[in-house]
């Protein structure tokens, strides 16, 4: 699945590759990816052509590409969404979805969606070229340089859910998915159960800090996917090569301390964590 820094690398490839081109002619050829657009493929596809792309942005997962109209192609890439920038006349992928012929700036190229599993989708929003209004619930992540740090701190102490589970309120906090929370965790040596209000602001700051450095070095690397099937805005891979200290390393030494790295159920997914050096919080004391 992919996580922030893909979508990134994603985003920085849509601006780079199809700001300023045209869309000559879009063809939806499977319904499931535009379900989100009232209009249905059609109507989707008759919002788009003659609009031209304006710089790609993004929000937590969510990306969207401005239109000259003030209208927005927002898109989510699910579980397995790609978007690919081709020649017309390169093969057509196994599970493409919808091609953008595009003309002018980005003459003689196709943006393409492929989704194997298809839990992403496209949809146009109206109006919502600065910021489109399904998604401004989320909150920005911690690579927007607009967050507010001390604000997602003061607001991280006074939740008493574990701190994991904040890490993945995209209310509080968008972008941190399941491995870059257990790396942030791991670093900052914090059990993922620790309430939010037993942080010390100190500890608030330096777990954003190690979130905010682990997505960053996952970015600098073009991504950490553990899914075979990501690859960036060119058919890239960006398949993972890095070095995760906790996620995916169960039974094996602890970086740090050696101790055996423990997999514990977490939201039908895994926290993975040292149990030496991140401790389980003492229970609460009833009151
Ligand atoms: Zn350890």
Known sequence: MPELPEVEVVRAGLERHVTGARIARVDVLHDRPVRRHPGGPAGFAAALVGRQLLAAR???KYLWVPLDNGDAVLGHLGMSGQLLVQPPDAPVERHLRVRFALEGAAEGRE???VDQRMFGGLSVSPGGADLPPEIAHIARDPLDPEFDD???VTRLRKRTSGVKRLLLDQGLVSGVGNIY?????WRSRLHGERPGDRLTRAQGRELL????DVMNEALAQGGTSFDALYVNVNGESGYFDRSLHAYGREDEPCDRCGTPIRRAAFMNRSSYYCPACQPAPRRRRSV
């Open 58 to 60: 993004r929000r937590g």
């Open 111 to 113: 943006l393409r969606f």
């Open 209 to 212: 800090g190690h979130a905010r």
């Open 181 to 185: 929370a257990d790396e942030a965790l």
């Open 150 to 152: 001390d604000a997602f």
